[in-house]
Nanobody
Framework: QVQLVESGGGLVQPGGSLRLSCVAS?????MGWYRQVPGKQREVLAA???????YYVDSVKGRFTISRDNAKNMVHLQMSRLKPEDTGVYFC????????????????WGQGTQVTVSS
């Protein structure tokens, strides 16, 4: 069983930035970030494979950047130009299948970290 631990969430003003981090207990092919907003379905935001293939949902393209450190089993999400609608619980995810992280059916989930964008 892969364990994932997120950090870096918090309160930020609109237009501000936050950097989320996640460490996995072991190496896994693809890692990503999902967001849960009240009243909305859980949504994948970004994903990255070991070889650097990336995916971004349209709403975060140009604002969020996903990266990983394979040697440390870590993934990061640099979030810039944050908007109130970015508020939600952000989950680190991982799966050996790239398509599972991008399209659903992810095997492993972190506990989530709250991001609140408000003035």
């Amino acid at each position: 069983q892969v364990q994932l631990v997120e950090s870096g969430g918090g309160l930020v003003q609109p237009g501000g930035s936050l950097r989320l981090s996640c460490v996995a207990s072991e190496s896994i092919n693809t890692m990503g970030w999902y967001r849960q907003v009240p009243g909305k379905q859980r949504e994948v935001l970004a994903a990255i494979s070991r070889d650097g293939r990336t995916y971004y949902v349209d709403s975060v393209k140009g604002r969020f950047t996903i990266s990983r450190d394979n040697a440390k089993n870590m993934v990061h999400l640099q979030m810039s130009r944050l908007k109130p609608e970015d508020t939600g619980v952000y989950f680190c995810t991982a799966d050996n299948n790239y398509g599972s992280v991008v399209g659903g059916g992810v095997d492993y989930w972190g506990q989530g970290t709250q991001v609140t964008v408000s003035s």
